[in-house]
């Protein structure tokens, strides 16, 4: 190898390596070198030369590339890296990788990505750098558009043993976090510097009442589609004080959208943009009034009052549509519900016979005949090349072939994602941001009895609320814990990324997380849009004139609010348990409440409020406290305990069956059995006699009587699936 590299006219065995053109991707070369060698033996001549290369490799006589190391491809090479390249730093790192649960595969994938950084660099492991983790990354998306496998573990290993000073996973690094108001601004690429300058000082007032998707919006609004636009048609112009025709024209232009491959749609945003705009020239005239620096910019608004009144309307419009969206998709739920618990049953169950069949023989799940495979390629793989589990079966009938491990998971969290939307109405941060410390439980100082509640992080209002844990959640939340909980009892630790304020929040327990690989991974709401929609399409739910039905996560959060108040729970409650500071968004969300109605109930709180308005935030006496607490004595009836909110009447006159408020617990089911079967012999006896009337009543509470059976039926489900899991709930009091 010296000897022919000697031939090269170049100074330096480096650069007589790269005037060889060795260093290019292939192995042509090699042939031509053994060509050269006549009448040597070739297979003699090609030892020679890989075994003269690997050593001047090993000795750093070359550095190569990483085409070269690619198109190379032996895997002794970097055998032999690991061997006589500070070996117990590999070993280290390889232990390391073991640690984290990294299959044979994937460490091996890992220590191959870190010898060909040694190779490549020069230095030993224990000196790369993150820089050269990024390099090596660069390299790959110029070569395959992507990373190739063992990055994001050769980032995590060197972190473990201490060569990577970095406190985030390299995916964290990589994310972009929030850009500067400047930066925002900029992408637009603005001309005139004045008018550059007064929108980031404009956009840098707004800031602090304002979360950053808000900002990003507005920031796209004013220099993106008002004053980008109008420097694309009018180049030159440097005033906020527009033209006439200028403004009429930007403004015929917002009318249809410009972006690429939907040219020529009419803009749904039209009115929130000329809203936005007015209000930049509205504040800038106010401003001036107490700091005059603003005053050159203090012209007139080109967008008229009476152009933005239409906004209200559209605003009824679209609530009109919301709820006629929820009418339609209400009394579907429950089906929704059944559908994704009984396929996450199925799931399970299928699972569990797979894994108890030998591969390559048959068994029966579910009246359907399925087949235990393999990857082809695990047969004669060594553990140190062996992938991650799977568990793989074939339907005999139809030849298709699933994955079980994934399918049962996908099935859990999709039984799960939809129990715990349905039964809080949180958003969908919210519901991801639900860690192990979020559960915890009030007891009662007159009683002694334990109240479970739901402590919901602040999100969008930025306001931690309370929500009040019913039996049916409290065993979803058991549930989830039950499965995510590591082998030593603790709920592992995992970070979120909040991919709207572009933010990485800290290592916390959080309960809708999974295993990927090695990792811990938050499910992010692509995914649950994902797990939400199959099982939609499993539900084969569809709308009055049969296009399919499709559920969006907010959706839940309307369902809830509806179904709570059309339950007996005042609106101002059900306010506070969304989160809502004003109750016009919560009667938004309420599709079957009057017109009437909300206006009534407008009117007694305007009225209430102006004859009482200090009453109404002062603290409750002791006396007062106390009937509060002894609410909660007086709700236990013979069924079980009424859930109606405190200082509301019964709705339904006492008959607790029909109730939906009604909270039975699995020991009074066999009384409620006993009243079923009461009801239908009632109903029997009032046939026979012609009671047409009190059919009807008694036919009520009967269904009444069965949808609370499913519900107890569907709790003692889950409880024999998970079993009883102890949550860690602390207790809070009152002092």
């Known amino acids: 190898m010296l000897g022919w590299l000697e031939t090269m006219t170049a100074a330096g065995w480096q650069a007589r390596w790269l005037a060889s053109g060795a260093d290019q991707e292939g192995k042509g070369w090699i042939d031509a070198l053994v060509a050269s060698q006549t009448p040597r033996s070739p297979a003699v001549v090609r030892d020679e030369i890989t075994a003269g290369l690997a050593g001047l490799l090993l000795c750093r006589v070359m550095l190569p590339s990483y085409d070269f190391l690619v198109g190379y491809g032996a895997m002794n090479l970097f055998r032999n890296v690991r061997r006589e390249l500070t070996p117990e730093v590999f070993d280290r790192a390889e232990a390391a990788a073991r640690q984290r649960g990294m299959a044979g595969r994937q460490v091996a994938e890992v220590l191959t990505v870190l010898s060909k950084i040694v190779l490549h660099t020069g230095k030993y492991v224990d000196q790369i750098s993150a820089e050269d983790i990024m390099v090596f990354r660069a390299w790959n998306i110029s070569r395959y558009s992507r990373h190739k496998s063992g990055l994001h573990g050769a980032w995590d290993v060197l972190r473990d043993i201490g060569v990577l000073d970095a406190d985030a996973t390299l995916r964290a690094t990589l994310r972009l976090g929030q850009p500067t108001i400047d930066e925002l601004v900029d992408r637009r690429q603005i001309r005139c510097r004045s008018v550059r300058d007064v929108l980031v000082r404009y956009l840098s007032e707004r800031a602090p009442s304002l979360d950053f998707s808000s900002l990003r919006q507005l920031a796209a609004t004013l220099a993106g589609t008002f004053w980008a636009d109008i420097e694309h048609h009018h180049p030159g112009i440097d005033t906020l004080d527009l033209p006439t025709e200028i403004a009429d024209a930007w403004k015929h232009r917002l009318t249809y959208v410009t972006k690429k491959g939907v040219a020529g749609r009419e803009r749904k945003g039209r009115l929130e943009v000329l809203s936005r705009v007015r209000t930049f020239y509205l504040d800038i005239q106010e401003w001036a009034h107490e700091d005059a620096t603003w005053a050159p910019w203090a012209v007139r608004s080109p967008i008229r009052r009476s152009e933005t009144e239409g906004i209200a309307k559209q605003n009824r419009a679209r609530t009109a549509a919301v709820h006629q969206r929820i009418r339609e998709r209400l009394p579907h739920l429950p089906v929704l519900v059944d559908t994704a618990e009984r396929h996450r049953a199925y799931m399970a169950g299928l699972l569990a016979a797979a894994r108890a069949t030998p591969i390559g023989q048959t068994f029966d799940h579910d009246d359907t005949r399925y087949r235990r495979t393999a990857y082809k390629w695990d047969g004669h793989r060594s553990a140190t090349q062996h992938g991650p589990d799977a568990v793989l079966v074939e339907n005999t009938g139809t030849g298709e072939t699933s994955e079980l491990l994934r399918a049962e998971e996908d099935a859990f969290w999709s039984w799960a994602v939809i129990e715990v939307l349905r039964h809080t109405g949180v958003r969908v941060e919210e519901l991801l941001e639900i860690t192990h410390l979020a559960p915890v439980s009030y007891r009662l100082p007159e009683t002694g009895e334990v109240v479970p509640l739901l402590q919901i992080v602040p999100s969008k209002s930025n306001e931690e609320r309370l929500l009040l844990v019913t039996p049916e959640l409290a065993s979803v939340l058991a549930t989830v814990i039950h499965r995510i909980r590591a082998a030593d009892g603790q709920v592992p630790l995992a970070a979120r990324y909040d991919p709207h304020e572009r933010v990485t929040g800290p290592l916390l327990p959080h309960l809708f997380q999974r295993k990927i690989g090695w990792r811990r991974e938050i499910i992010s709401t692509r995914v649950l849009y994902r797990l939400l929609n199959d099982s939609l399409l499993r539900a084969e739910l569809t709308d009055r004139v049969g296009q399919p039905l499709r559920y969006t996560p907010h959706d839940f959060r309307r369902i809830f609010a509806t179904d709570a108040v059309t339950g007996g729970l005042p609106v101002h409650i059900a306010a506070k348990i969304l989160g809502h500071h004003n109750l016009s968004t919560t009667h938004s969300y309420l599709a079957v409440f009057q017109a009437e109605l909300i206006q009534s109930y407008r009117a007694y709180l305007d009225n209430r409020r102006a004859y009482r308005p200090t009453a109404e935030y002062r603290e409750p006496t002791e006396e007062e406290w106390t009937e509060f607490q002894k609410h909660f004595e007086l709700r236990k009836v013979e069924l079980g305990t009424c859930g109606r909110p405190y200082g509301t009447p019964c709705a339904h006159e006492h008959a607790c069956v029909r109730c939906p408020m009604l909270r039975v617990s699995p020991a009074q089911r066999a009384r409620l059995v006993e009243i079923a079967h009461n009801l239908a012999d009632r109903i029997n006896e009032a046939r ?43 207790a809070i009091g009152r002092t």
């Open 688 to 730: 026979a006699n012609g009671w047409l009337g009190e059919v009807q009543g008694l036919q009520v509470s009967l269904e009444a009587a069965r949808k609370k059976l499913a519900s107890l039926d569907r709790l003692a489900r889950n409880h024999a699936v998970a079993g009883p899991v102890e949550i860690g709930m602390p």
